[in-house]
């Protein structure tokens, strides 16, 4: 997992924390059950995609759903929301030289 100092938090400078970070996982052939996966999380958001599997993602909105009850990917009303989880997930790939 790639990180950030803490230098200039420490030093009482300005400090932006990440808003969103990157989780990936490639599938261990002594482990055949579970899957390649990527991910992006943001303080309200997560997203999940397995490249292998084209037809599976998940979305889910963690303030209203803390649990990932409700995958909502599929549902068309937060289309916008799965763009722009998209995008993320790509810009973070891009930043740490990792490509799907």
Known sequence: MQGRSFRELLAGGDYHPRQ???????????????????????????????PEIHDIDELYDLQRDPHEMRNLAQDVSYAPQLGVMKEQLARLQRETTRGV
Request: no cysteine; charged share 25%.
């Open 20 to 50: 969103s970070f990157l989780y990936e996982y490639y599938r261990e052939e002594w482990l055949p059950g579970i899957p390649t996966m990527f991910g992006v999380r943001t303080p309200r958001w997560k997203y999940i995609t397995y």
